[in-house]
């Protein structure tokens, strides 16, 4: 008797186990279903070349709910602006604080190495405080300098999308201190030592982006290879 409601109380807990995990992976799912439902709205002319912008613009709009807005900037790529699928791995990173110059860390969601290495290099991180059904909360996005004046603006990148001549365009995208906010860094911080020795320590962000970094624009054939790089430096 004693096994038999042992052996039913294992079954019971696999299935929960299993309902619940496939409830999550649903949750998740939904993120990048939605988004891609939206895909056109969001690019009118489908080229999404390095318009993490217009992704982060679309989900500030629509998604009013903290927890939602947090999810769904996890299933874009804030560089290259493809689509990431559910459950990727985020990449651990340091980037300078605007204005401070100060060292933070956090998680960033890429498509591809690359990215991660010309974001770490080419943008910056912002605390911005902003409103939400819970009330205001604080997120550090990631932002470029107005790229709406450069001569070389490069030509795969829809100008349309961000610019109104010179200047940003506010109907679509969004804008802090005059710079382009084109994504968010998760559970940002300020370094420590120990996130240091992390970050030197991981194949990507230690070995791969100074490599990377090293190498002349025009070398570059991986990732976005010259095209965000330009719309940043």
């Known amino acids: 008797m004693f096994k038999l ?6 079954f019971f807990i696999f299935i929960f186990t299993n309902i619940i995990i496939s409830i999550a992976n649903d949750e998740q799912g939904k993120y ?14 489908g080229n999404r ?26 299933h ?25 110059e100060k060292n933070m860390c956090g998680y960033y969601y890429k498509c591809c190495w690359p990215c991660v290495c010309d974001l ?20 550090y996005v990631l932002i470029i300098n107005n790229p709406c004046t450069k001569k070389d603006f490069p030509e795969k990148v829809n100008k349309n999308y961000f610019c109104r001549g010179d200047v940003l365009d506010n109907e679509q995208v969004e804008i802090e201190d005059g710079k382009l906010i084109i994504g968010i860094l998760h559970e940002a911080k300020y370094c420590k030592p120990s996130d240091f020795r992390k970050i030197l320590a991981n194949k990507v ?13 025009n070398e570059l054939k991986s990732g976005m290879g010259d095209i965000f790089i330009k719309l940043a430096r």
């Open 120 to 139: 770490m290099k080419y943008a910056k991180v912002k605390k911005v405080t902003k409103k939400f059904q819970e009330g205001f909360k604080d997120i």
């Open 32 to 45: 990048y279903q939605n988004l891609s439902k939206d895909w056109l709205s969001i690019f009118p002319d």
């Open 205 to 217: 962000t230690g070995r791969f982006c100074p490599i990377r970094n090293r190498t002349p624009i």
């Open 49 to 74: 070349n390095a318009a993490g912008p217009k992704f982060y613009k679309h989900i500030s709009d629509k998604y009013k709910s903290f927890s939602e807005f947090k999810d769904y900037n996890k």
């Open 5 to 10: 409601v042992f052996s039913f109380f294992l």
């Open 76 to 100: 874009y790529c804030a560089v290259s602006g493809s689509l990431i699928a559910s459950n990727s791995i985020p990449q651990f990173i340091n980037m300078k604080e605007d204005i401070t």
